[in-house]
Structure formats: C-alpha cells, structure tokens
C-alpha cells in the first residue's frame, strides 16, 4: 500500500500522530482534523505499511481503525505495543464489536478506543489528553534519572569520609533500600515529581529544611488515626508534601520572616499562598483532593479563617488535620512565632486552640498520638517517652531518631525511628568536622533522668 504523509505547519509545537486506516476519506479527515490543531501528522493504509513507516521514524501517538483488510487494528497495535511500548495507541472502530475491543484493550493495550464518527471535539481532547500523558511518563522517567544520579553523587561523597571503613555502613544500606523501595512505588504517580517541587522552597529557607516531609507524615498518621479511607490518607499525606509550594513567589523577606511578625501587607500575600497552590495543582485530575486539602489549611474551625471563612465541618477533613500538623511543627521550628517552641509547648498552643482555630477531634487524635510509645528496640511500651534535641557528642548509643535526621542543606542522612550506635556516632561528629556545621538529632528517651 502507499504511504502517504503531510508536514506540519511552520514551527508546529506538537506531537507526532500516525494515522492507519484502508479509506482514504477517513485518513483524509483525521489529517486536516489534525492539522489544524498543529499536529504533526502521517498516515498509512494498512497495519504493514504503517509498521514500515514506524521502523524509520518515531511517533508520540497512533490512532488504528479496527478492521482492515490484511492486518486488523488489534494485531497491529499488539505490533506496536511489542516493538514501540512509549508510543500510545488510539483504536477507532466504527463496529459494536466488544470481543475485537476487548482484543485490543488486552493485547495492544490501547490508551482508548474512538467510535465512528467521532465528534471533533472529544477526539482532539482524547489526543490531547494521550500526548500528555505520554509527556509525564517521560518527565517522570528523567526525574527518577535525576534522584539516582544524585543518589551516585551521595554514594561517591560518602566513600571519602576520612573514617569510612566499609564500602556502606548499616545506615546508609537502610537509607539507600528506603530510597529504592520509595522509588518502586511511585512509578506510577507523580510522588517524584512532588518531592522536586517539594525541595525546590525548602532551600529558599533553611527552617524548612525537612519541614513538607514531617507535616505529611504526621498528617498521615492522624488521618490513619481518624480511620480515613484510604484515598483520603493518601490525599493528606500528599497535601503534607505540597502545602509549601504556594510560596514559590515569595520574596526573601517574607519567606524569612514569622507570620506574627509580618505587616498588613505581608499578611494579605502569606494568605494567598493556599489558593496559589490549589491552582498549580488543579490541572492535575490526580492532585484534585490534594488541591482542595491544601487550598482550605488556613481556614480556622470557628470560620475565622481565609479564603472563604469555612466554618467547622465545612472545613475539608484533610484540611483540618494538615492545619493541625503544620501548625505543630511550624512553632517548633519558628514559623510561627518569633522563637522555637519545645514539642510540649507547641502541643500546649495546639490544645488552647481547639474549637476555635483547630478542630477539637484532630487536636484530640494530636494528643492521644504524641501519647503512644514509639514500637522500637531498645524502648520500654510502658515508659513514658521524651523528645530532645541533642548535638552529636551528646548522643548515646541505643538512642532512637524521633524524626528525620536532615542536613542544614536539606538532605535526609537517617530516617526516624534509627537506633544509634557508636560507629554512627563517630561517622556524625566526623560529618560534623567535614562541613564545619554542628549538627542536632531530635531522639527520643526511655530515661530522662540519665541525660548526658
């Protein structure tokens, strides 16, 4: 069969669709359908001759019609998915032939199938909607790309500590396989792509250095506590991670600055910032919840809040629970207010709000968490537990990381709930001397009375 082909207009900034069809009317109709859109397109009429055409050039995108003579749409896009498994695949069927529809779903695993005739306006959108997702599969590979070499990086500055004795040590196996597994369940959503973003206003202020990660994961943790479903859980934990990037467009000043001590005009930029980032997040139809979630966290409980002064349960329930956590570890790295509060007294200030700035079952579920013994070696379930904040010489072994060990530059060294012992201690306080920074653990203590 002949191949036919058409160029795209001058500068076209689009993908490449390959058309299959035996009539030429069909064909013709998809090219100027196309086209016009800025699409660059080609077309063949048969499944052989469109394979032929793809063994020469790449294609983002092709759209088979279900019967034709020769080859069928079905052994073609399994053809395809074999040889090109990137390349997305259209079926456009003119037939009420749910076995031949089912065939291409399960061997060529079509993105979607098109029923003739089509209505221009849902294929381009169904086009549309294909190319993009292709794009953030790619993008999505180049960023895991990007998160291994600096993991190479890591490895590479790791091997030249002065008193490292071992290729790895226990730790950093344990960081690296936390990384790896991490890697593993986000190929199929956009989680590292929110860590990117995430990291990208952690180093506008060294404060928050860490902060996106503990807010999501006590987030997580009080909506587990509060028996939200799954998605929900997910939702929050996501918000957690993003619920920064809102301030993406703040000066030095303001990013640097507490929120009690901010003027009028600083206050009416900082309440934007959740609204801001629900319209980053909004094209996103996976981030939608999330978007909601981090779009309502400055809204108070008794409806003194911003942007729309929701009042108590018509709060999102993600909201609520990521005001609470955000809140909690905002005072204790000076976010809030002018100064730094121990964990007790920001737990105090989260209770004294309850009913008016917080909702009181979130401040409750607060409370009754930071009440449980961490399950971990080397501490008693029946000890009452206390969190410190200690420089590395202070450290003991069989001490436990109560949150995340993170480098002033934002790097994450050890993962909560690590035991110490005397070879990691030597390797922190010759850390320490490497960067000529000293270095606080946030531990947690079986025996307060015994502190160095």
Request: hydrophobic share 45%; aromatic share 4%; glycine share 6%.
């Amino acid at each position: 069969m002949t191949v036919l082909s058409t160029n795209p207009p001058p500068n076209a900034q689009a993908g490449a669709v390959l058309c299959v069809d035996d009539e030429p009317s069909i064909l013709s109709a998809l090219r100027r359908l196309f086209r016009a859109r800025g699409l660059q397109v080609k077309v063949a009429e048969s499944g052989q001759a469109a394979l032929t055409l793809m063994e020469s050039e790449t294609f983002d995108l092709v759209i088979s019609d279900m019967r034709m003579p020769e080859m069928d749409g079905v052994v073609f896009l399994e053809q395809v998915r074999q040889r090109w498994p990137d390349t997305m695949r259209l079926l456009l069927t003119g037939y009420a032939d749910i076995s031949s529809i089912m065939g291409a779903i399960n061997r060529g695993e079509i993105y979607r199938y098109i029923a003739k005739p089509w209505d221009d306006n849902d294929i381009i959108l169904i086009v549309q909607a294909a190319l993009q997702q292709r794009a953030m599969a790619i993008e999505q590979r180049r960023l895991q790309a990007l998160v291994q070499q600096q993991n190479d990086a890591l490895k590479a500055f790791n091997a030249s500590l002065e008193l490292k004795v071992e290729e790895r040590t226990a730790e950093l196996k344990q960081a690296n396989a936390s990384l790896n597994n991490a890697n593993e369940r986000l190929k199929n959503n956009f989680i590292t792509s929110i860590k990117v973003f995430t990291s990208l206003i952690e180093l506008r202020n060294s404060k928050l250095a860490g902060h996106s990660r503990r807010v999501a994961d006590l987030a997580r943790r009080l909506a587990q506590r509060m028996d939200l479903n799954s998605r929900q859980i997910q939702e929050t934990f996501v918000a957690g991670l993003l619920h920064e990037i809102g301030k993406v467009g703040f000066d030095d000043i303001l990013m640097d600055t507490p929120i009690v001590m901010m003027n009028t005009r600083q206050l009416e930029g900082y309440r934007k910032h959740p609204t801001r980032a629900a319209q980053m997040l909004m094209p996103l139809d996976e981030l939608k919840g999330a978007a909601d979630t981090i779009g309502s966290h400055l809204e108070r409980f008794d409806g003194a809040g911003y942007p729309q002064q929701l009042v108590g349960q018509h709060i999102p329930v993600g909201a609520r629970i990521l005001s609470v956590a955000c809140d909690y570890d905002s005072l204790q790295i000076g976010l809030l207010g002018q100064c730094q509060l121990p964990v007790a007294e920001a737990l105090a200030v989260i209770v004294r709000g309850s009913g008016r700035r917080y909702d009181p079952v979130v401040v409750q579920a607060l409370v009754a968490l930071l009440g449980e013994p961490v399950a971990t070696s080397g501490i008693s379930q029946a000890d009452k537990l206390v969190e410190l904040s200690l420089g590395a010489a202070e450290l003991h072994a069989g001490m436990v990381l109560s949150r995340d060990f993170i480098t002033p530059s934002g790097l994450l060294m050890l993962t909560a709930g690590h035991v110490f012992d005397d070879a990691v201690i030597r390797k922190i306080i010759s850390f320490e001397k490497s960067i000529g920074t000293r270095l606080k653990a946030d531990v947690w203590r079986d025996n307060p009375g015994t502190l160095p």
